[in-house]
Nanobody, 115 residues
Framework: QVQLVESGGGSVQPGGSLRLSCAASGSIFGIYVMGWYRQAPGKQRELVAV???????SYADSVKGRFTISRDNAKNTVYLQMNSLNPEDTGVYYC?????????WGQGTQVTVSS
């Protein structure tokens, strides 16, 4: 059993920044993938960024150069630094963890970008 707890969401103006955090607890084996997905109103959930245990990283094209994902393996925590935010970044951001052929999801944290 794995639990994911997210924090850091909120409301910002266009051009602003937010930093999301997600801490995992429970049956963590030490080799796992963590990342972030988001879902805008009326749209499908999409991958934002993912990072594996070897610090291999992938980003969605829409966030490259603006968002940075990182992880602290000792804390089983993943971060998402979001800069130069625009209204299209608005949505619910979900933390995700993959381990031993299982996917785990956080409850989601709201990010709103508006002027």
């Amino acid at each position: 059993q794995v639990q994911l707890v997210e924090s850091g969401g909120g409301s910002v103006q266009p051009g602003g920044s937010l930093r999301l955090s997600c801490a995992a607890s429970g049956s963590i084996f030490g080799i796992y993938v963590m990342g972030w997905y988001r879902q805008a109103p009326g749209k499908q959930r999409e991958l934002v960024a993912v990072i594996n245990s070897g610090v291999r990283i992938s980003y969605a094209d829409s966030v490259k150069g603006r968002f940075t994902i990182s992880r602290d393996n000792a804390k089983n925590t993943v971060y998402l630094q979001m800069n130069s935010l625009n209204p299209e970044d608005t949505g619910v951001y979900y933390c995700y963890l993959h381990q031993q052929f299982r996917d785990y999801w956080g409850q989601g944290t709201q990010v709103t970008v508006s002027s």
